[in-house]
Each structure stands twice: as structure tokens, then as C-alpha cells.
């Protein structure tokens, strides 16, 4: 698992540019803590865990250590898909050739990412499951945003949307949703296109939403907007470990993994993205639909066999309070309309929600 947060001055709740010297107390070669695209962000990563509750044990652990030295110093941590007001600067960006050639390349839209995500690995037996399980997969993209959804402010507006982060990243070339691929075969010859054409240097640099992560021999899911908080972080990650491990096991039952156009994909991530909880989603290649709540009732029951053989009933079941209490989106503008608009406010109410 990999969970970005930003650093907020204690006292004005703007972002600090202070990741460098943040990682540097904390050893360079800290293999749980990495740089980011921007000064202001750390990046707290887990080690290969066998369960959900072993995972959030390794990020509590790191997170204690982290926030201690980050308080210390005068500031916070912050996570959401984005920041209430914050702005980029020139001095945000991390000193880093790749980093500056992104930059460089991207211009505009590169300068925008002030943006903050969750990264999930799961393991895969086989390469060739993998681009089966990655289009089935995204049949549950919409669900796993809208839980998710939390960056409805950007640049001090409210953007009308779930989870502006979504859209801002899409933006960027080889971020978004995935090509539709059944065979391993033919991602490698992609991947080959990429580098031949100049497209890519690295296999890194195809930054989709849900990608495979050879080097790893795991399937990474990048949907998710930043979370605030460990109970809603370990639902998320009870959920996505049970969708990829439910398909890998279909897939060895003979089944061929159910998929829809990718038109239909792509209108389910809009729809989550401006309505979150309150989207009307696609379910299948016929075109039909329903609210994303009421499918993730069914969806729940059906995996909870699942989470039973994976240790992390109790992690699933927690989804659901996502949808009842209210997602990290919907607490944001309820902190922003109590105090009559003020984001700070709400920069205050999501620092309030790490309890580690």
C-alpha cells in the first residue's frame, strides 16, 4: 500500500514545502516513507503484507514516527484527493530530473497536480490473469471512487464535483483509465509502442488508474482519492483485496470475467466522479443501471465469503459506513457550510480524522 499526504502548516493550514527535510530526519533510505512529484507531499508505504489488519498495523506504526517529527517542526498531515485553497508554486516541485521533465512536458496540466491518492497492490499467481482481472476490475471502478471521493474544493472553489482529482489527473498523457486488454501479449506489445514512439521511458510513466506492476507481480489500483482516515483506508483496501482475489479465483473456476464497453467505463468514472454516492452507474454491456449504493449492498454480501478466507471481514463490513455516514467529500462541504465557508475549517476537520 502507498498513502500520500500532504504537509499543512499548523497555524495557517496552507501546504509546506518541507517533505525534504522531513524524509532527510527520517533516513533517505527510509524504505517506508518516499519523495513525491511535490515538496509538500510524503508518501507512507507498507511492506508486502498477507492481510488488510497486518497492513494497517504497518502504517500505524510508520504514521506514529512520521507525525511525530512532522508536528515537531510546526505542521500537520493532511490527506484528501486535494487541498481546500492551496496553490502550486515554482518551489513545490521535488528536485528530480524525471520529475522536471514531466514538468517540462506536461506544462499546464503538470503544474496542476496538487493532488493526493491511495495506491493498492495485490499479488497475482500469473502475468497472464492479470489483463483479465484488470478489465473485469473495472466494472467496480465507479464504486471504489465514490467511496473514496473526497477533493470537491480546488484552488478555493467548489468544484460541484465528487472527486475533482479524478479529473484533474486524467489529464496528464498515459494517466486515466486503461485500454482494454484480455491477453499479456498484447500489453507487452503496448508497452513496446510506448517506449518505440517515445511516448514512455520507463513502464512507471503509464500512469493509469488500475495498472500492472510487473516488477512487483501485482496489479495496482490507483482509483482512490486520498483518505483521511484508517477505518475508511482499510474498508477501501478490505474491498479492493476481495474484488482482485474473487476474479483470480473465477478465473481459475473457468469463468470468463464479465466486462463492459469502454464507453460505458468511461461514463460510470464521470459519473462517480461528479455525483459520488449519488451515482446512477452502468452495470453491464446491456446498459443497465442503478444507484451505486444500492449495488455495493448486493456486492458486499456476495464477497463476504471472501473476506472471511482473506482475515478481513471486519475491514469489509466498514464499507458500508462509508454510505451511511457520509463520504469524505460530503463531510467536507457539511465543516465548509458550518462555518460559513470557511476552508480552513475544513482543512482542520481532516487533520482531526488521522487518529493513529
Not at 282 to 299: C, F, G, K, P, Y
Request: with cysteine; aromatic share 8%; net charge negative.
Amino acid at each position: 500500500m502507498e498513502w500520500e499526504f500532504a504537509l499543512v502548516d499548523a497555524v495557517t493550514r496552507d501546504v509546506s514545502n518541507a517533505a525534504t527535510q522531513v524524509i532527510h530526519e527520517l533516513g533517505e533510505n527510509n524504505p517506508r516513507v518516499h519523495k513525491e512529484l511535490l515538496r509538500n507531499t510524503v508518501e507512507i508505504v507498507t511492506g508486502v503484507c498477507d492481510t488488510v489488519p497486518e497492513a494497517m498495523d504497518d502504517l500505524r506504526g510508520t504514521l506514529r514516527t512520521v507525525r511525530g517529527i512532522v508536528r515537531d517542526r510546526g505542521m500537520e498531515l493532511f490527506c484528501a484527493g486535494t487541498h481546500p485553497f492551496a496553490k502550486w508554486t515554482p518551489g513545490s516541485l521535488t528536485d528530480s530530473p524525471r520529475y522536471a521533465e514531466l514538468i517540462k512536458r506536461t506544462q499546464w496540466w503538470g503544474r496542476q497536480m496538487l493532488i493526493w491518492g491511495v495506491h493498492v497492490h495485490v499479488g497475482i499467481s500469473s502475468a497472464h490473469k492479470v489483463m483479465a482481472i484488470i478489465t473485469a476490475l473495472l466494472n467496480h471502478y465507479p464504486h471504489l471512487l465514490a467511496l473514496s471521493a473526497s477533493s470537491p474544493y480546488w484552488d478555493g472553489e467548489d468544484t460541484g464535483y465528487a472527486s475533482n482529482r479524478a479529473m484533474m489527473f486524467q489529464q496528464l498523457p498515459t494517466a486515466g483509465l486503461p485500454f482494454h486488454f484480455q491477453t499479456w501479449a498484447e500489453w507487452e506489445r503496448f508497452v513496446h509502442d510506448q517506449k518505440k514512439t517515445g511516448i514512455i521511458d520507463h513502464m512507471n510513466e503509464i500512469r493509469w488508474d488500475i495498472r500492472p506492476s510487473p516488477h512487483n507481480g501485482t496489479v495496482e489500483v490507483r482509483v482512490f482519492d486520498g483518505m483521511s482516515n484508517l477505518a475508511e483506508l482499510s474498508a477501501l483496501v478490505a474491498l479492493t483485496h476481495c474484488l482482485i482475489v474473487d476474479l483470480d479465483r473465477r478465473l481459475d473456476a473457468g469463468e470468463r470475467l464479465p466486462t463492459m464497453p469502454p464507453w460505458h467505463v468511461q461514463e460510470n468514472k464521470w459519473r462517480a466522479a461528479r455525483y459520488g454516492l449519488d451515482a446512477i452507474i452502468i452495470l453491464d454491456a446491456d446498459s443497465n443501471e442503478r444507484l451505486v449504493t444500492e449495488d455495493l449492498d448486493e456486492l458486499l454480501n456476495r464477497l463476504e465469503p471472501v473476506a472471511a478466507s482473506l482475515h478481513c471481514a471486519d475491514e469489509l463490513r466498514r464499507v458500508s459506513d462509508i454510505y451511511t455516514n457520509g463520504a469524505s467529500y460530503q463531510r467536507q462541504r457539511r465543516v465548509a457550510e458550518e462555518h460559513d465557508g470557511d476552508l480552513r475549517a475544513v482543512v482542520d476537520a481532516l487533520v482531526a480524522e488521522l487518529d493513529v
